[in-house]
């Protein structure tokens, strides 16, 4: 069972920065690949940023690739997500999401566990 608790959403400026975290429990958290996604109003939910369970590989969704960059710190039990550039249709609800079975996680049909999300505004 891994807990997720996500951190550091809130409103912005078009153009800058936030920096999201998540902290996990449990101390398996170096094998689960993490992930994040998106869910703006009236919106299915989308990946963003996905990195495997070691770090050393991630994947970014297009809209989102050189803006914003996903990263872990195993000795933490956490995962970050900087985001940088921000627009408009950036704005959501933005969930972190666990899975210890895929090397990496870009569909949430892969999705284990899910935190609470947390919302980013971007104001134009």
């Known amino acids: 069972q891994v807990q997720l608790v996500e951190s550091g959403g809130g409103l912005v400026q078009a153009g800058g920065s936030l920096r999201l975290s998540c902290a996990a429990s449990?101390?398996?958290?170096?094998?689960?690949?993490m992930g994040w996604f998106r869910q703006a109003p009236g919106k299915e939910r989308d990946f963003v940023a996905s990195?495997?369970?070691?770090?050393?590989?991630?994947y970014h969704a297009d809209s989102v690739k050189g803006r914003f960059t996903i990263s872990r710190d195993n000795a933490k039990n956490t995962v970050s997500l900087q985001m940088n550039s921000l627009k408009p249709e950036d704005t959501a609800v933005y969930y972190c999401?666990?899975?210890?079975?895929?090397?990496?996680?870009?569909?949430?049909?892969?999705?284990?566990?899910w935190g609470k999300g947390t919302l980013v505004t971007v104001s134009s």
């Open positions: 999401a666990a899975d210890s079975t895929a090397a990496q996680l870009m569909r949430v049909s892969r999705v284990a566990y």
């Open positions: 449990g101390r398996t958290f170096s094998t689960y690949a």
């Open positions: 990195i495997s369970a070691s770090g050393s590989s991630t």
